[in-house]
């Protein structure tokens, strides 16, 4: 992709906006394998959906978290994410494309989230501003000091750090 987002694994997490370490939370996301499809067989990427349970704390899969906006009907916002369709006949299709769609869904449904822009590119953007910020202040490569047990956050809807 030209700006580079996939680089990394995007996702959607839902939970509290402060969470605690042992708070609960959900991820909602894409992720591919590589399936052997057709006659005579050839390896294909295939992609399945993945919602699960999570703890909120720190873990070395989350480099940062972007607050988007507020939950406002979760029952809502599960049917919409469950209804983004996969896009395994689509070359370029992936995780960064998924979570644009059902962002985009979520906001134009106006009953899932609220205080959500509605561009995604801000949101890409703003991640991919954050995430370069947090390298340069050496967040992930242990030269410098921060609470590990913590994923660094910020608030787009508000425009502050939550999290260092």
């Known amino acids: ?18 969470p605690a ?3 609960a939370g959900t991820r909602y996301h894409v992720k591919h394998k590589l399936e052997l499809v057709g006659t005579p067989p050839e390896p294909k990427p295939v992609w399945y959906f993945e919602q699960e349970d999570i703890q909120m704390g720190s873990s070395f899969q989350n480099l940062v978290r972007i607050l ?8 809502k916002l599960n049917d919409i994410i469950r209804g983004i369709p996969l896009r395994s006949d689509v070359p370029e299709w992936n ?23 509605e561009d995604w590119e801000s949101v890409r953007d ?8 947090k390298k ?22 508000k425009g502050y750090e939550l999290v260092m």
């Not at 988007?68 to 029952?75: A, I």
């Open 126 to 133: 703003t991640a991919m501003w954050y995430v370069a910020k």
């Open 21 to 23: 370490d042992d708070d």
């Open 95 to 117: 995780c960064v494309e998924w979570v644009k769609e059902a962002l985009t869904a979520a906001v134009q449904d106006g009953k899932a989230l609220s205080k959500c822009p």
């Open 68 to 75: 988007v906006g507020k939950v406002k009907n979760k029952n």
């Open 1 to 18: 992709m030209p700006g580079l987002e996939d680089t990394y694994h995007w996702a959607l997490v839902v939970g509290p906006k402060t």
């Open 136 to 157: 340069d202040e050496h967040r992930f490569d242990g030269r410098a000091k921060y609470d590990f047990s913590k994923v660094a956050t910020w608030d787009l809807v």
